[in-house]
């Protein structure tokens, strides 16, 4: 097996026995990254020097394999709507081209403080509103399975890296199923964390009360290691929930006979694509062989999730991007006469398309006259959703369900139907609305050799359960992966 092939975990066992270097690591990711990046084009930006000068530091270091630093030599990816010192953090939007932070997300001085090596920050859709990364402002990311397909969105770029071995973990962020539906196109891994789990102190708010970063890993051990590294109290966020962080990557072994998983007759509707339904079909059965209960179960409110989401999100994000005005960083118009014109012409021609559309939905739904009857009212429909989980859970362990409905699209077979593009996310936004713990494993391949993923949900802050059913079920899965068309 190459180096840039092995898995985060085994990595870490060979540079843990000096078997490889750091260096050694290091420069074989960024061969790999060299080799593939011009047709995936996961990256926005990647630094070997300064990756290499940190493999060097960790190779110097004579403490690296001691408990504090469980990711010494790992070359990981960030997306870059995570902030870091001294890189250029665009959030793939034109109107952040040239922001250069002076300060690391809590995320990535976490990282950085487990000896983890940063090699590139990942493309994404522009501010994380989208579900393809057809809306960066900079490039479009393809799928490593099929070039012609989308990797998924808006954490594409981190998915994408990750399953084309360019990164042998990223972080990612999660507003509607943002983590969990790359992770499903690309045949990966990818874990949302609990609401208040990670830290979002340094991530460039989209909508602050449905964001998570969270980790994407070639398998559930090393999404495990990951999430492990970057969880805990920060009292630089207010939303941050002080409360102990299990040693998750211990918890993966055990048994789960006697737990009982839940699936939604909500979640086998119209919309759902026939190898998507079989896949997940399977998986249950599987599921059920490994001693698991199945039970069927109702999440009445599910049907309007959708549209409680398009109006609390764009409504957070209406308030969040309005600091972007040309005044104090980022983009501006230079053909301002005039504060409003200059106002008004940095953020016409700063924000792409589907920016502008979420800003003037979320205006509307919080202007006078409006606010009662939509956005009050998708709170109200929120917690209901929320209710719906909470006394789902009374009667199970897991909630199990597709994690999109479709396998990975074409590229451009979405773009003029904004709508269409909004219900690939219809099995994850219900999940963000909710604030539960969410993970999306690899279930099956097409005949085409696409990924399908399953998901999984568990209940507040039982993360270590949640990645100990999906370990096992990877395991009982042992899917026979097609060669990436890269």
Known sequence: MKLHELTLCQAREKLRRKEI??????RAILARLEEVEPRVQAFLSVDPDRALRRAAEIDSEEVAWKDGRPLAGIPLAIKDVICTRGWRTTCGSKILYNFVPPYDATATRKLLEAGAVLVGKTNMDEFAMGSSTENSAYQITRNPWDLDRVPGGSSG?????????????????????????????????????????????????????LDQIGPIGKDVRDTALLLEAIAGFDPQDSTSVNRPVPRYSQWLEGDVRGMKVGFAREFFVEGLDPEVRA??????????????????LS???????????YIVAPAEASSNLARYDGVKYGYRAPEGATLS????????QGFGPEVKRR????????????????????L???????????????????????????PPFKIGEKTEDPLAMYLCDVYTVPINLAGLPSISVPCAFTPEGLPIGLQLTGRYFEEERLLRIAYAFEQAANLQRPPLKV
């Open 380 to 406: 109200k429909v929120r917690t209901l959703i929320k209710q719906d989980y909470l006394d789902a859970f009374q009667r199970v362990d897991f909630i199990a369900s597709p994690t999109a409905p479709t």
């Open 299 to 309: 999440l009445p409110h599910t049907p309007y999730a959708i549209a409680a989401y």
């Open 21 to 26: 270097s750091a260096v050694e690591l290091c």
């Open 359 to 378: 800003i003037m939905i979320g205006t509307y739904a919080l202007s006078a006259g409006y606010y009662d009857a939509y956005y009050l009212k998708a």
């Open 341 to 348: 014109d200059m106002y008004s012409l940095t953020r016409s």
């Open 279 to 296: 896949a997940v079909e399977r998986a249950l059965r599987l599921l059920e062989g490994m001693g698991c209960e199945v039970l069927e």
């Open 157 to 209: 770029g981190s998915g994408a890296a990750v399953a084309a071995h360019q990164a042998l973990g990223a972080l990612g962020t999660d507003t509607g199923g943002s983590i969990r539906q790359p992770a499903a196109f690309c045949g990966v891994v990818g874990l949302k964390p609990t609401y208040g789990r990670v830290s979002r102190y340094g991530l460039v708010a989209f909508a602050s009360s």
